[in-house]
């Protein structure tokens, strides 16, 4: 499948662009990791994969910040997608295909394009709007959705900020007109909108009726200019959410568009939901062009009870974790203790206790255990299995539910948890058929019979490694690459991220005689305890 699959439509992973008014946080992070564990489950899968990520670049709120640091707002991107934003995927291991900058002229000329085709097929019409407005989320508000400070202003329910009141003489998009059919899609596809919590919020939303969407801006000029009038540019919603489809080539590759375009997953935070369940998927019917398969909320990183931003933050950096902790703990930990879909909270004793219970006690010591018992018992030589019974049949048993389950929870729920603790009960498995097993009292038995059933308990253990570093790959590329080589499972089997995962649980696949080494420390003992203020 994956020679020869030019016509295959490939398997869609997207981000939210993320604004580049200042550096990213864990927030950011959260859902750019999550995206990566899903593109390489599901390349594992065998399937052909793209995964996108990029930059919002327009608007307010970067011409605003671009200006108080005394620079332009071109300037002010450049700088922060190379210093910032691309360095930290590349430190947290994001395979991306490609990472779209909306200031690229491949984006631009498109957004003019479709804008433009929009207009003159009479979606779009000139009028005016006076309403609330938050620089932060870049949108409108309406009325309902405000909360008031204890001197009555009138405040954003996500910013915690005063909104402004535009007046605007604008173009509008024909949106209140999609209602209809926007239900009449959800309705068919229950599946569009992830978590279920999140998909009644849009349902009741859209429900309650829609007003047309102010798609352009006249008080200030950073922006993609309307095409049929300079004067304006472009809102930088409708802007940013086209990049899902000028990245893969819409408008200027046909090919590649029609191979990749829709996404089958937008992960979204739960904050911009409604641009991604109502307005894209309204803007796309209006062009006539498919639908998204998936709209996934994550939920929010929390700090003292607020959504963590960037002018409220733990104060912790990304690589201030992966300095402590490495950085597969750190891809692993927030996808294993938060529920996606779920807030969730950050806690150096959380990640700690975790870390030194999960990751180095359960699955790192197993590694490590088996690998010196298999150069001490058979001078590193993997032993064959001739004596198998019940116990390793419940150990296969356990193998085989452990994958169907991980591949049922991430590749087809987005349940990252789910199939993250799936494997790791697997592991906790393993360690108790040691435990029961106890190899290091079979090998008191120097009998033909004390050796075989030795060969057969760690060949078992080491086996079952391998699956378990196949099946955490995704989540944790480098330490499935380090317990590939303690293995030495690359001669006979090849690359491990040419591993199916459709065959992980396959028994038998280490040869026997293959050599086996201690290899790198999987997860090191941290250095001191950190703890929160
Ligand atoms: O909204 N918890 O960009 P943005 C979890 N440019 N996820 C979080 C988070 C938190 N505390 N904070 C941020 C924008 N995120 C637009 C998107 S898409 C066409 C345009 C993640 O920089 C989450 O995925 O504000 C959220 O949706 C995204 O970052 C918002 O990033």
Known sequence: EKQGDEGVKAFYVSTPIYYVNDAPHLGHAYTTVAGDVLTRWHRQRGEKVWYLTGTDEHGQKIMRTADANGVTPQE????????????????????????????????????QEFVQDLYDKGEIYKGGYEGPYCVGCEEYKLPGDLIEDEQGTKLC??????????????????????????LEFYEANPGFIQPESARNEVVNFVKQ?????????????????????????????????????????????????????????????????????????????????????????????????????????????????????????????????IAFGSDGSFSWEDFTARYTSELANDYGNLASRVAAMVGKYFDGALPEATAAGDAERAVRDGLAKAVAEADRKIGEELDFQGGILAVFDFVKQVNGYITEQEPWKVAKDTSPEGRARLATILYTAAESLRAVAVLLNPVMPETSGKLWESLGAEPALGALADQPLADAGRWGQLPPGATVTKGAVLFPRLEEPKKDA
């Open 157 to 182: 329910p996500i910013h915690k900020k005063p909104v402004e009141i535009l007046k605007e003489e604008n173009y509008f998009f024909k949106l209140s007109a999609y209602g209809p059919k926007l």
């Open 209 to 337: 009726g829609l007003q047309d969407l102010s798609i352009s801006r006249s008080t200030f000029d950073w922006g993609i200019p309307i095409p049929w009038d300079e004067k304006h540019v472009i809102y930088v919603w409708v802007d940013a959410l086209l990049n899902y489809a000028t990245a893969v080539g819409y408008g200027s590759d046909q090919a590649k568009f029609e191979s990749t375009f829709p996404a089958d997953v937008h992960l979204v935070g739960k904050d911009i939901l409604r641009f991604h369940a109502v307005i894209w998927p309204a803007m796309l019917m209006a062009q006539g062009l498919p639908l998204p398969g998936k709209v996934a909320a994550n939920g929010w990183l929390m700090v003292g009870g607020e959504k963590m931003s960037k002018s409220n933050l733990t104060g912790i950096k990304p690589q201030d974790l992966t300095s402590h902790f490495g950085v597969d703990a750190y891809r692993w930990y927030f996808l294993r203790a």
């Open 76 to 111: 002010w991107c450049d700088k922060l997608v190379e210093e910032a934003w691309k360095p930290l995927w590349q430190h947290l291991d994001i395979a991306n295909d490609d990472f779209i900058r909306t200031t690229e002229k491949r984006h631009t000329d498109r957004v």
